[in-house]
């Protein structure tokens, strides 16, 4: 690293984010909808602002870190077949962090394994609910963010130090945005634990790992070349918002006699187990298990993710 490095503030080279799109387009949908699909987008719009405000919270830490890095938010990279959606993909001088936002609600209790147990308190009564593990998936992101970066190390001396080097230079971080909250990680493994924060804990976070790095600080240039190079990766999703809501030309995204009640907003949320969206209650029409009830993926028919409901 230069002696005058100049940069002293986080650069944000990606700020925007879908996830306004999609809120405008849910509560357009909503003024036309018919009332038994209101209930389930008022849902999805109340969810859907929980996880812009956290994000908010997210950029604020950010913005009043006083840490030299480059910022790119809502970035959508693919390789080979597979996506990943990443929350936040920061650039400092001494490692590279892939974010994952959680306003999550209800006590959270991370066990031994890395699993997530929430449990939710109706009056006397606890209710305890495995929910998908944001380790898990942030994980897969890092994953293709090694195939990607992989893939353009053409000289094998130096791929061969690329590949030692990775998980040294990227580290995930599982942020929780809701100060509500209660995190319960002391079954939970040491490498496990480290690796979620509280918003507001993030810059603290990020300094001491970056002192704990031995790796060699990169220059401003060295970290704005990383930074263009994966915002030269992103891919602007082309999601048709409301395609879950309403009836399809051929096969329907989700057909709406098939709906059934989803929990309220008190209630946990399923999510898919093969691509992190929430799922919603769904009863098969037609074939040997019609009438049955089962939870299908709301990426149905991008993702045909299920999990069938015990008779």
Do not use: W
Request: glycine fraction near 6%; hydrophobic fraction near 35%.
């Amino acid at each position: 690293m230069g002696l005058f490095e100049k940069m002293k503030e986080p650069a944000f080279l990606k700020r925007d984010s879908i996830a306004g799109e999609q809120l405008a387009a849910l509560q357009g949908l909503r003024e036309t909808a018919p009332p038994a699909l209101q209930e389930q987008i008022d849902r999805d719009i109340r969810t859907l602002q929980a996880g812009i405000a956290g994000e908010k919270n997210i950029l604020f830490e950010l913005e009043n870190s006083h840490l030299p890095m480059f910022v790119l938010h809502d970035l959508n990279l693919e390789f080979d077949g597979q996506r990943a959606q990443i929350d936040f993909l920061l650039i400092t001088r001494r490692r590279n962090y892939v974010v994952e936002c959680k306003n999550l609600y209800g006590n959270i209790e991370i066990g031994s394994g890395g699993d997530f147990v929430r449990t939710l308190s109706y009056g006397r009564h606890l209710q305890k609910e495995g929910i998908y593990s944001p380790i898990t998936q942030n994980q897969r992101h890092l994953d293709l963010i090694f195939q990607l970066r992989r893939a353009e190390k053409s000289n094998a001396l130096i791929r061969t130090l690329f590949e030692k080097n990775f998980s040294e230079n990227y580290r995930s971080i599982i942020v929780l945005t809701n100060p509500k909250t209660v995190l319960n990680t002391r079954y939970a493994k040491r490498e496990v634990r480290e690796m979620v924060v509280r918003a507001d804990q993030l810059a603290d976070y990020i300094r001491r790992s970056n002192a704990q790095s031995n790796l060699s600080s990169s220059s401003d240039r060295e970290m704005e070349e990383l930074a263009r190079f994966f915002l030269a990766q992103h891919r602007p999703a082309s999601t048709d918002f409301t395609a879950k809501y309403r009836q399809q030309e051929g096969e329907p995204a989700i057909p709406p006699a098939d709906l059934l009640p989803s929990p309220d907003e008190h209630s946990p949320r399923l999510l898919c187990p093969r691509c992190g969206a929430p799922m919603v209650r769904r009863r098969a029409a037609r074939g040997p298990n019609a009438g049955k009830e089962f939870y299908g993926c709301t990426n149905y028919p991008r993702c045909r993710g299920i999990v069938n409901i015990e008779q």
